[in-house]
């Protein structure tokens, strides 16, 4: 197995997904275009080319504790990335699948409760989830396998606001064969989108100058400055309120050279 945090850590984990199936990964893979990171062999590792949207597979044969702590290692995550626990959930007492933020975790066993922050959710349906290994039949409550290790793991290791907790709950009579039907799919890309654009917004209040600092790495990818530029350019950021920079992305990556950049920015300031 390959050393974790070696060399290769001069990229941003923005997000990170974990799941418990392959068929609950399958969306994710092919919505980021993720592929196997084989030297990360204890359980099946993906991210993207960019290597900043990472996802883990729960294994039955590994501690579903040890899943977060060797994920945040591989992607090398930090307080600001974003992490997405997501799983298929079977109900009786469903007609339709329902995408559904779990706002309340119960362990099975012992009855314990632990709390996930939602408080930037409020469009979203939100229920309490069991988490238990077995799974029941005529199925009346929401039952996510490891959850409730998994999500107390993660908020010992990354910024609980960026913790959420997710499932897409179906009737009961579903099969995972029809994790392909259009309307799941659509449910999923809504939703899980949705949340993905909120957190972001939510790092922008959280971490300001860490914005600032991500804003300055995007506009140099984008152009070519130099060395006295690059000085003046942060300087300049510097100066800006994160949201303003934000309302003005789209219109900097319209302009041809840095040096537009770079004259934009001052005539903002003026």
Known sequence: MEKLNST???????????????????????????????????????????????????????????????????????????????????????????????DEIIDSSTQNKLYPSVSCLKKFKRKNAFSNEQKFQNQERITLKNIYEIYKTSEKLVNKALIFVTTLSMPEKYELSDVDNKTIKSEQNKYITEIMNLSDEMKITIFPFFYVFNFFKKIKEEFKFSVYEQNVLENLLKQFNPNDLKNNLKFIKKLKNGKQVINHLKQKLL
């Open 8 to 102: 290769d850590n001069n990229y941003i984990c923005e997000y990170c997904f974990i799941v418990n199936k392959i068929s609950e990964a399958q969306f994710f893979i092919n919505r980021f275009n993720l592929k196997p990171k084989k030297k990360f062999n204890l359980f099946p590792i993906f991210s993207n080319q960019k290597k900043d949207i990472w996802l883990a597979i729960n294994q039955d044969t590994i501690s579903p504790t040890v899943t977060p702590i060797y994920l945040n290692n591989c992607a090398n995550a930090n307080e600001q990335t974003t992490w997405i626990f997501f799983s298929f959930s079977f109900l009786s007492n469903l007609n339709s699948p329902h995408f559904i933020i779990i």
